[in-house]
Structure formats: structure tokens, C-alpha cells
């Protein structure tokens, strides 16, 4: 029997989705939480061979007693995920140090998780990406900006979602950036702004560098803008993949060297002629994170895709295949509303009007609540003009 161990497998609180089938496929699933047991779902209980609590995820130490203990009980590790940005590192490094060869290593984060340094796989994939500057002081910042000119963004070059992302769009911005907002230990990189909508490659990637399922996402409006402007957030998964995402994700893939992963690569598709990135309508390179697309972003592909993303990934750690067919297509749309806007229907009358789309309708952890608002309505429709306008019943305001 296959050891698995999961980091953090009750958050996301959907993740246990992921212990369930691995479980339902013959494999020892171990757990290490901060949460106390008696506090797990039953759900994920039931999804767990055992569970080791420790006080804190962020401590090293704890988590490698932890590893060593399930290896002393259980004999070697097979695999070790958490399928979580968060944990990219934390889950190499404990690879790297019991030899856990069923993933990326240690050697292997600089380029998957520094956004400067993703770019040359990209590049090497044919695809164009914005010119950038790592951060360093006023002058070198300004000496960049006169070549790409005004507004340019700002944010760690490891970071996660939106978390400290800056448009600036004049040389106050920038005094302001570098004198109040600059973390003095995190490295910043600046690049150009392009004009565009994020549209994503999502997919399930065999041990052979092949996809087993693949679909993707448009986001119209800036996750920067949302979490700095505390605004309403939408987004969607494409009823159809588009052709040329699929091609510039399947490039990706082989460039970076991905296996046995699930992947979220998140592209530009311009909305303007932009001088050095393209026409209007191209795809260019955003970011790679090499994990599923966060939130509840995996029950709305399966929703989408009339399928099941939890059991095909865990189809291909156990089998490395996976004959789960995709059923019928639709769009299917994420709205999240901002506690305290005026908004023209309540939500009993959202309920009412679309009870027969809707899907999912949750309140927001506190944790994802800065990109994706409080109050959240999945609902699947078969076409674009259906779906826009259920977008405009749910964020219209009086």
C-alpha cells in the first residue's frame, strides 16, 4: 500500500475531497493539521488513515517529527502534497529531506515560485512576457519606468494571489511605494502594465508530462484591483477550452518539466494592441502555480465539466491514468459580494430568481475573503449571454 502524506488537508475546507479518493483508490492517507482532531469535518475524517496534529504548520520542526513519525509507523513516504501555494516550499523541502522523490525538490522553487525568474520558461515556450525590473532604489526604478513608461505594477517576486500588489501610475506612486509600502525584506519585482484580461490553463498532468484533463478560467477584472479597492469579484470557467490557451498551456508544461501535478498557468489575453506583447486578442504569459486553482475553484470545474477533478487527480497519483469521462459543458460562474454594498436584490431574491443554476451559495473564509469577497454564488449556465446576466443581477447596485 501507497503512503500519502497531505499537508493542511482542512484547508481549503474542500480539500478533503482529495484525501477521499485518494483513500477510495487503496492509499494510506496521512494527514498533518494544526487543527485539532475533534475539530476535523467527518467528512475528512473518514478521509484520513490518521492524523497528526501539530501547533503550528509554519514550524519546521514539528512538521518533520511528524513526517518521521508516519515513516516510523508506515515505512517510506510515496508521495507528499498540499496541493496549496502556501505550502509549495514547505512540501519540497520535506521531499528533499526524506527523499521523497515524487515531486519538486528544493532545487527546483526558485523557478516556480519567483515570478522573475518563471519568465525564461516562458520564453522558452514561445511565449511573450512583460518586461521587468527587480526592485532596488528611485533612480533604477525610474530608469525602467522612462523604457516601459507609466503605470507599471509592483509586488513581490514570491508572493501569493494579490497580497501587497501595487499599480502605480506616477512618480508620487513611486516615492509612496518605496517609502511606506516597501517591505525592506521582500524582494519586489516592477514590470510593465499589460491590458488584459487573466484567461488560465487548469489541467491534471500524468507522469509522462500529458494532460488527463484539461479546462481554464477568465478573470475580467484585475484580482489586484479587487483586493485594493475591496471591490466585488467574479470570474468563470470557460464552458470550452480555448484553442490557443491550450496550446500555450501545453507548452508550459513542457518547458517547465511538469509531471504528476495539477496545474493553475495563468496567461494575459490582450485587450488592445500592445507594443512589444502583441495584438489584441493574444495570449502572453502571466504566472505558473503549480497547484490546483484556489478556493472552490475545483468543485466549479467539476460543475463545469460535469466530471470529477478530486478523483481524477487522485486517479493519476494511484494509476497514473484515469477513465472518468467529461460529461456536458457549461459555464460556470463564481460571483463573490462585499458585505456593506447596496446591492439592487437581496440574496433571498437571488435565491429565488436562479435557484435552478446555483450551485454553490457559502459564505467566504475569512483567509480567501481579500480576492474573492464574503458572500459567495457558484451557478452553471449554457450560454455567455445567460451567465452575464446573471452577473448583472448579482453585483447591480441601487
Same mark, same amino acid.
Given at each position: ?7 493542511s ?26 487543527q ?9 475524517k ?15 520542526d ?9 515513516i ?11 496541493n496549496n501555494?502556501?505550502w ?11 527523499h ?6 528544493a $532545487? ?11 519568465? *525564461?520558461?516562458? @520564453?522558452?515556450a +514561445?511565449? !511573450? #512576457? $512583460?518586461r ?10 525610474? *530608469?525602467?519606468? @522612462?523604457?516601459? +513608461?507609466? !503605470? #507599471? ?18 512618480? +508620487? ?12 525584506d ?8 499589460i ?7 487548469d ?6 508530462g ?24 467574479i470570474?468563470?470557467?470557460v ?9 500555450a ?40 502555480n ?6 472552490f475553484s475545483p468543485?466549479?470545474?467539476n ?15 494511484a ?38 443554476q ?17 458572500q ?6 449554457p450560454?455567455?449571454e ?13
Amino acid at each position: 500500500m501507497k503512503n500519502f502524506v497531505f499537508l493542511s488537508p482542512n484547508f481549503p475546507t474542500n480539500y478533503w475531497q482529495f484525501c477521499r479518493e485518494l483513500k477510495n483508490n487503496g492509499l494510506n492517507v496521512l494527514g498533518i493539521g494544526d487543527q485539532p482532531y475533534d475539530e476535523l469535518s467527518s467528512q475528512l475524517k473518514d478521509s484520513l488513515n490518521e492524523y497528526y496534529k501539530v501547533s503550528s504548520l509554519e514550524n519546521y520542526d514539528e512538521v518533520y517529527r511528524a513526517v518521521a513519525f508516519f515513516i516510523f509507523r508506515y515505512g517510506r513516504i510515496d508521495w507528499l502534497e498540499s496541493n496549496n501555494e502556501y505550502w509549495l516550499e514547505r512540501d519540497a523541502r520535506l521531499r528533499t529531506d526524506f527523499h521523497i522523490e515524487s515531486g519538486f525538490q528544493a $532545487a527546483d522553487m526558485d523557478r516556480i515560485k519567483y515570478k522573475s525568474r518563471m519568465k *525564461a520558461y516562458y @520564453e522558452r515556450a +514561445g511565449i !511573450p #512576457v $512583460a518586461r521587468y525590473h527587480i526592485v532596488d532604489d528611485f533612480d533604477g526604478c525610474r *530608469a525602467f519606468i @522612462e523604457t516601459v +513608461g507609466y !503605470p #507599471v505594477v509592483v509586488k513581490p517576486d514570491n508572493g501569493v494571489g494579490a497580497a501587497h500588489t501595487f499599480k502605480l501610475t506616477d512618480e +508620487g506612486g513611486l516615492h509612496w511605494f518605496l517609502s511606506t509600502q516597501r517591505e525592506p525584506d521582500v524582494r519586489y519585482i516592477m514590470e510593465e502594465f499589460i491590458h488584459a484580461e487573466v484567461n488560465s490553463y487548469d489541467a491534471i498532468i500524468d507522469s509522462q508530462g500529458e494532460p488527463m484533463f484539461e479546462t481554464g478560467n477568465v478573470t475580467p477584472f484585475s484580482i489586484m484591483d479587487i483586493v485594493n479597492d475591496n471591490d466585488n469579484s467574479i470570474y468563470y470557467i470557460v464552458r470550452d477550452l480555448a484553442d490557443d490557451v491550450r496550446a500555450a498551456g501545453r507548452a508550459t508544461v513542457k518547458s517547465f518539466g511538469v509531471k504528476s501535478r495539477f496545474v493553475h498557468f495563468e496567461f494575459f489575453r490582450l485587450t488592445q494592441d500592445q507594443p512589444g506583447m502583441g495584438k489584441k486578442g493574444d495570449v502572453v504569459a502571466l504566472e505558473v502555480n503549480m497547484r490546483p486553482c484556489g478556493g472552490f475553484s475545483p468543485d466549479m470545474m467539476n460543475y463545469a465539466n460535469s466530471t470529477d477533478v478530486y478523483k481524477i487527480w487522485a486517479d493519476m497519483i494511484a494509476f497514473d491514468r484515469s477513465t472518468l469521462p467529461s460529461g456536458q459543458h457549461y459555464f460556470c460562474a463564481f460571483a463573490g459580494r462585499r458585505d456593506g454594498k447596496p446591492f439592487a436584490l437581496s440574496h433571498d431574491e437571488l435565491l429565488r430568481r436562479y435557484g435552478a443554476q446555483l450551485r454553490m451559495v457559502e459564505r467566504i473564509p475569512d483567509a480567501l475573503s481579500g480576492a474573492m469577497g464574503n458572500q459567495m454564488y457558484v451557478a452553471v449556465f449554457p450560454t455567455q449571454e445567460e451567465m452575464d446576466a446573471f452577473y448583472a443581477d448579482v453585483l447591480r447596485e441601487c
